[in-house]
């Protein structure tokens, strides 16, 4: 009996960890991503020694400089991202979308060097209830909303200030292609949920 619970509970604990370290990459993600709409190109100090924290959190006992452009910054944690999303023992193959790696964000080129990141619904889970998978799809819209909203606020102050409008705007109308393609997603995932026999 010992012998069974040993490995469940490491490996309850290397989930945990695990998703630790994806929750601290994608706060990572979300500063540099609002560290870009504010037309910033180098990564602060604070950011810098955020993601050496991640890298040596991650086992990396003696990490290069971090990157000192966000750009750069970016490309780091999001790589780090997608290996922390490889190695989730319940998704070993997920579901993918056209053009994205399943469950995993990309980002895309949206104009004049301006990135955006593209937020996909997850892939259900062996392991987790529909209830629980459904929740997190629903927290991924609503993510996606935040963020639209987000950048319809900056291209709304950069066409008042005059200030590369054109960028905000179609980073606002990625941002709004996104959302819109999440909820429309979903809203199809719930009606298959709702057709179900109980």
Same mark, same amino acid.
């Given at each position: 009996m010992i012998a069974i619970a040993l490995p469940a509970?490491?490996?309850?604990?290397?989930?945990?960890?695990r998703r630790s370290l994806l929750a601290e990459s994608d706060a990572l993600l979300d500063e540099v991503e *609002?560290?870009?709409l504010d037309d910033h190109i180098e990564a602060p100090q604070t950011l810098r020694d955020a993601i050496r924290t991640l890298q040596i959190r991650l086992g990396r006992?003696?990490?290069?400089l971090p990157p000192a452009?966000?750009?750069a910054a970016h490309d780091l944690v999001f790589a780090v991202q997608q290996r922390l999303m490889a190695a989730n023992p319940k998704n070993p193959r997920p579901n993918r979308h056209i053009g994205r790696p399943g469950g995993q964000p990309i980002v895309t080129m949206v104009r004049d060097e301006r990135?955006?990141?593209?937020l996909t619904l997850?892939?259900?889970?062996?392991?987790? *209830?529909?209830?629980?998978?459904l929740e997190l799809v629903e927290?991924?819209?609503e993510r996606a909303w935040d963020r639209w909203c987000y950048a319809q606020q900056h291209a709304v102050r950069g066409a008042r200030a005059h200030f590369k409008p054109l960028i905000a705007f179609a980073v606002a109308q990625t941002a709004w292609l996104n959302y819109w393609e999440l909820y429309q997603e979903a809203?199809?995932?719930?009606?298959?949920f709702i057709g179900r026999p109980g």
């Amino acid at each position: 009996m010992i012998a069974i619970a040993l490995p469940a509970a490491q490996e309850t604990a290397g989930e945990a960890r695990r998703r630790s370290l994806l929750a601290e990459s994608d706060a990572l993600l979300d500063e540099v991503e *609002a560290l870009h709409l504010d037309d910033h190109i180098e990564a602060p100090q604070t950011l810098r020694d955020a993601i050496r924290t991640l890298q040596i959190r991650l086992g990396r006992h003696d990490p290069p400089l971090p990157p000192a452009t966000l750009r750069a910054a970016h490309d780091l944690v999001f790589a780090v991202q997608q290996r922390l999303m490889a190695a989730n023992p319940k998704n070993p193959r997920p579901n993918r979308h056209i053009g994205r790696p399943g469950g995993q964000p990309i980002v895309t080129m949206v104009r004049d060097e301006r990135r955006w990141k593209l937020l996909t619904l997850p892939p259900p889970s062996s392991g987790a *209830a529909d209830d629980e998978w459904l929740e997190l799809v629903e927290s991924t819209v609503e993510r996606a909303w935040d963020r639209w909203c987000y950048a319809q606020q900056h291209a709304v102050r950069g066409a008042r200030a005059h200030f590369k409008p054109l960028i905000a705007f179609a980073v606002a109308q990625t941002a709004w292609l996104n959302y819109w393609e999440l909820y429309q997603e979903a809203e199809r995932i719930k009606r298959r949920f709702i057709g179900r026999p109980g």
